[in-house]
């Protein structure tokens, strides 16, 4: 009896996941914002830098076969997922790291730092929009938008937050919160 092929299945799920911890992190950063700024930067920093950071390594590492059938793709070495998978671990270890110790300005590096990352990725997946042979197809289109949108959106609450992060440690200038 041979092993059972890889599904979407495992991959799917962990994005799910990742989908719902991060609007919970950004609904429970906005509100905090509100009452303590500095509480704030830390859930979202724990939340959507640390669990989600370290969830995406699962997803990537753990489970990229899976992973890379739920993106369309199919590549015979894993290593690039694997590195793709180990980035957001060190993003996600840091990132609970900072929020525990309340490392304001690190909290803020930290989501930057996510941000920059993501919105390179974001760029890969607008050109992969332009590219795909595929893209006539119903399924692989919708997945796409879905990609770019979700990831663009979530660049710029990262971004946002590292912004609110960075005013709140006193390193923009003329701006402090």
Same mark, same amino acid.
């Given at each position: 009896?041979?092993?059972?092929?890889?599904?979407? =299945?495992?991959?799917?799920?962990?994005?799910?996941?990742?989908?719902?911890?991060?609007?919970?992190?950004?609904?429970?950063?906005?509100?905090?914002?509100?009452?303590?700024?500095?509480?704030?930067?830390?859930?979202?920093?724990?939340?959507?830098?640390?669990?989600?950071?370290?969830?995406?390594?699962?997803?990537?590492?753990?489970?990229?076969?899976?992973?890379?059938?739920?993106?369309?793709?199919?590549?015979?070495?894993?290593?690039?997922?694997?590195?793709?998978?180990?980035?957001?671990?060190?993003?996600?270890?840091?990132?609970?790291?900072?929020?525990?110790?309340?490392?304001?300005?690190?909290?803020?590096?930290?989501?930057?730092?996510?941000?920059?990352?993501?919105?390179?990725?974001?760029?890969?997946?607008?050109?992969?929009?332009?590219?795909?042979?595929?893209?006539?197809?119903?399924?692989?289109?919708?997945?796409?938008?879905?990609?770019?949108?979700?990831?663009?959106?979530?660049?710029?609450?990262?971004?946002?937050?590292?912004?609110?992060?960075?005013? =709140?440690?006193?390193?923009?200038?003329?701006?402090?919160?």
């Amino acid at each position: 009896m041979g092993a059972a092929q890889p599904t979407a =299945h495992e991959a799917s799920l962990l994005m799910g996941a990742t989908l719902v911890i991060s609007m919970i992190g950004i609904f429970i950063g906005i509100f905090y914002l509100f009452i303590n700024i500095e509480l704030a930067i830390r859930i979202v920093t724990a939340i959507l830098a640390g669990f989600v950071g370290i969830i995406s390594f699962v997803r990537h590492s753990v489970y990229y076969e899976s992973d890379q059938i739920r993106m369309g793709w199919r590549q015979e070495h894993k290593e690039f997922q694997l590195e793709v998978g180990y980035a957001n671990l060190a993003i996600g270890i840091w990132g609970l790291v900072a929020a525990v110790f309340n490392w304001g300005l690190v909290c803020g590096v930290v989501l930057a730092m996510y941000a920059t990352y993501l919105f390179c990725t974001l760029l890969l997946h607008l050109f992969e929009s332009h590219a795909w042979e595929d893209l006539h197809k119903a399924a692989h289109r919708s997945r796409t938008i879905k990609s770019v949108v979700s990831t663009g959106f979530f660049v710029i609450v990262l971004a946002g937050f590292a912004f609110i992060a960075f005013a =709140h440690a006193s390193v923009l200038p003329f701006i402090h919160l």
